[in-house]
């Protein structure tokens, strides 16, 4: 895998029937005729605590495209006082196919 690029972007968190602001970062990598974008973003556990997260949520992209972000294990009041939720790699066949996906990423070249 060959790094490509990386960038910020706003989108929303979705717990249960709630839905929050929420800022994130992509990171895109080419993964052989396509790429693979991962997406985490660092969150106050209290505040996730709050929000009913347990161990997974939703992530609605700046596209409005939707992924599944989480959180190793559990998460309880122990944890660090912030946490990172990070999703599986996200899987792209082309270049505008990742654009349409995180419109964030236009203009942006490595």
Not at 3 to 18: T, V
Not at 64 to 88: H, K, P
Request: hydrophobic content about 35%; aromatic content about 8%; glycine content about 8%.
């Amino acid at each position: 895998m060959t790094y490509l690029q990386n960038a910020d972007g706003q989108g929303q968190l979705l717990i249960g029937e709630r839905v929050s602001p929420i800022s994130y970062h992509v990171e895109v990598e080419e993964r052989g005729d396509g790429y693979a974008a991962k997406v985490e973003m660092q969150a106050p556990r209290d505040w996730l605590i709050r929000q009913g997260f347990e161990k997974q949520a939703t992530l609605v992209l700046a596209s409005g495209d939707r992924a599944q972000i989480t959180y190793g294990r559990e998460l309880d009041v122990t944890d660090s006082i912030s946490v990172v939720l990070r999703t599986d790699a996200l899987e792209y066949r082309d270049r505008q196919e990742l654009c349409d996906a995180f419109p964030e990423l236009i203009g942006r070249e490595s």
